[in-house]
């Protein structure tokens, strides 16, 4: 969900940034998330929406319109379907770019990351593992630098016809009160 991807041929936006109280609130809950990610790939209805989610059309209804007050989607065509105006919708930009969280305050981006990882099924395919080191500054911005260029190149790998993959990462000098 988040990230800023080069301009190409895309007449969206690189990123919508996240940067008001409306559009934090828009993209810190749960489902607004996971509306979010079936919008990743292509435009999408309230309807398939909510049978993609497995939620109630009322509710993807009311989560849609949230976001796009928000300015975190838009709609991108409509069409007429026995006479009933569809609209479809996406994500107004490239990726989605939240603010540093608040010292103090969880993610909201690895939290919902955790969340969806709880729905895993049990001997589902996932990887999880936790790491510690110690790294100069040096050794600390070229792992960065790596991970950054993994990350791009499984997005870039992206089939859409493939399952959902989700990598969440989290790569930091602990604070006070961690183990360091």
Known sequence: MTGERPAGDDPREDAVRVETAEQLRAVSNLVRHRVLAVLRDEPATITQV???????????????????????????????????????????????????????QRDVLMQHALD?????????????????????????????????????????ARDPAAPAATVAVAFFRPGPGAAR
């Open 116 to 156: 969806d990882l709880a729905t895993a099924e049990q001997g589902s395919e996932r990887y999880v593992r936790l790491g510690h080191s110690r790294l100069s500054e040096d050794q600390f911005a070229e792992f960065e630098r790596r991970l950054e260029a993994l990350l791009d190149e499984m997005i870039e």
């Open 50 to 104: 909510a049978e993609r989610l497995g939620i109630a059309k009322g509710s993807s209804s009311y989560h849609m319109r949230v976001l796009e007050r928000a300015g975190i989607v838009h709609v991108v065509r409509t069409r007429k379907v026995r006479g009933v105006l569809e609209r479809y919708y996406a994500i107004a930009g490239r990726g989605i770019q939240l603010p540093e969280p608040v010292a103090g």
